[in-house]
């Protein structure tokens, strides 16, 4: 190595060679790096990111093992709150290889419950953006499907929901209690609210079929300011515009409910369940 560069040296933003070495995917690089000195526990950049947890992220699994035998911790957290299984999961990244849910089984990974800042868990940060396999993985190591977090109140099947990624709200379902589709957030949305305001056929269609009753009223917080009002899914639905209002309408008709509609008026289409205008 040069005499002028060290493993010592840092940028502005508080990032050495090592976090590149990390990067580029290169295990000789990040062991000739820790051969004169870098050392697998020393943190950087703005949220003081482990070596471990950044190999993690960039997924590469011959670093995250070689780390773990010159003593890097899997109970550590970044400023963030988060373990390094958080930082599988991120949008748009593509599935988690299966042998990172293998290290940290073998390393017996106990912290898969650890929340962040916001609450949030992995399963969380899974239900947004991983698949069914990610979330089978995570429940053999533990995970809670229950836990709620401090920011909105969701579970992870709220997020799952949001995202209208409706295969691993399916699953997660499958180990909630029954009452679920009651549940309600910090806002006093339910999961048919979420799935609503996600514009998200499928999950729509999943909340429905769950037994979520578009008719049933309830109180919502629809501001920062913290006011309340009573509106039906119906309402909701409506509320937000009239491409996510079609596509609820979509999702009563594929469930089995009775739609007709009238013209077009000044604020949208307007709908009435058939066997309700019967009875009028």
Request: hydrophobic letters at 40%; proline letters at 5%.
């Amino acid at each position: 190595m040069s005499r002028r560069s060290s493993p010592y040296d840092v940028t502005q933003s508080n990032c050495g060679p090592l976090r590149f070495a990390i990067e580029s995917g290169s295990l000789e690089l990040v062991k000739l790096l820790c051969h004169y000195g870098a050392d697998a526990n020393t943190t950087f950049g703005q949220f003081e990111t482990s070596p471990l947890e950044w190999a993690f992220r960039t997924r590469h699994i011959e670093i995250a093992r070689f780390f773990l035998t010159q003593g890097a911790s899997l109970d550590y957290l970044c400023y963030r709150g988060w373990t390094p299984a958080m930082l599988l999961f991120q949008k748009d990244f593509p599935e988690v290889p299966p042998e990172f849910f293998e290290l940290l089984s073998c390393n017996s990974f106990t912290d898969i419950d650890v929340q962040d800042r916001y609450g949030a868990t992995v399963l969380h940060r899974a239900a947004l953006w991983g698949t069914i396999g990610d979330i089978n993985a995570l429940l053999r190591l533990g995970a809670s499907p229950l836990l709620t977090d401090t920011d909105v109140g969701w579970t992870p099947a709220f997020g799952a929901a949001s995202m209208n990624n409706a295969a691993v709200l399916k699953r997660l379902v499958e180990v909630m209690p029954p009452d679920f589709v009651d549940h309600i957030d910090f806002r006093g949305r339910t999961i048919l609210h979420i799935a609503i305001e996600s514009g998200g056929l499928e999950a729509i269609v999943f909340a429905l079929e769950l037994g979520a009753d578009p008719h049933q009223p309830s109180r919502i917080v629809v501001d920062e300011s913290g006011a309340a009002i009573e509106v039906t899914p119906y309402e909701f639905a409506d509320s937000q515009g009239s491409d996510i209002y079609e596509v609820f309408i979509r999702a009563l008709q594929i469930v089995g409910h009775s739609i007709s509609t009238v013209e077009e008026v000044e604020v949208g289409f307007m709908f009435w369940d058939a066997v309700e205008r019967r009875s009028t």
